[in-house]
T-cell receptor, first 116, second 112 residues
Framework: DTAVSQTPKYLVTQMGNDKSIKCEQN?????MYWYKQDSKKFLKIMFS???????INETVPNRFSPKSPDKAHLNLHINSLELGDSAVYFC???????????????FGPGTRLTVL | AQSVTQPDIHITVSEGASLELRCNYS??????LFWYVQSPGQGLQLLLK??????LVQGIKGFEAEFKRSQSSFNLRKPSVHWSDAAEYFC??????????FGSGTRLSIRP
């Protein structure tokens, strides 16, 4: 059973298109995250949701919009894709907001987005 | 601001040799520290974490890390590496803004 799953695994698209990446966790966790990993492997948080409410929103362009239909899902929608959006996007989840003793973050396998 | 520095971008060790990956953090209070491993094409997996108590932390896959407040370090060690340990290793610290800040990673290669 996959704990945190993402679809698709690979996404190749043209500049200007709109695309979505889906994330689901079956761990019963309250908090979910989106991270972006650039070509130099630098990993940075983008968003965090706790019980469907946005709690972390880093300096991310408005073209990126997370949506959490329920506690187990956190999808990432990207409008008007740009070349600089090419990266690997990771979804993660934790039982509570990061920092407590139970707050191990479990990561999905990643979605490699390539914008042409 | 909280930050994490991994000074080594790439390290190569021989199979069976010991390993130490360096991590330095900047944090005002007692930090919550993590080590994650990312195998090629995979997501991140938690190796170990330090919140409080014993400064020597045991993790999975035979890894351990030692928290040294005086040196602001949380170095990862393994006495004998295996070829399957080849991966990217990330040190991370939990920040007061309810988020984890990752270091830039250290790529570990294993020499046969």
């Amino acid at each position: 059973d996959t704990a945190v799953s993402q679809t698709p695994k690979y996404l190749v698209t043209q500049m200007g298109n709109d695309k979505s990446i889906k994330c689901e966790q079956n761990l019963g966790h309250d908090t979910m995250y989106w991270y972006k990993q650039d070509s130099k492997k630098f990993l940075k948080i983008m968003f965090s949701y706790n019980n469907k409410e946005l709690i972390i929103n880093e300096t991310v362009p408005n073209r990126f919009s997370p949506k959490s239909p329920d506690k187990a899902h956190l999808n990432l929608h990207i409008n008007s894709l740009e070349l600089g959006d090419s990266a690997v996007y990771f979804c993660a989840s934790s039982q509570d907001v990061a920092g407590g003793s139970t707050d191990t973050q479990y990561f999905g396998p990643g979605t490699r987005l390539t914008v042409l | 601001a909280q930050s994490v520095t991994q000074p080594d971008i790439h390290i190569t060790v021989s199979e069976g040799a010991s390993l130490e990956l360096r991590c330095n953090y900047s944090y005002g209070a007692t930090p919550y520290l993590f080590w994650y491993v990312q195998s090629p094409g995979q997501g991140l997996q938690l190796l170990l974490k330090y919140f409080s108590g014993d400064t020597l932390v045991q993790g999975i896959k035979g890894f351990e890390a030692e928290f040294k407040r005086s040196q602001s370090s949380f170095n990862l060690r393994k006495p004998s590496v295996h070829w399957s340990d080849a991966a990217e290793y990330f040190c991370a610290v939990w920040s007061s803004a309810s988020k984890i800040i990752f270091g830039s990673g250290t790529r570990l290669s294993i020499r046969p």
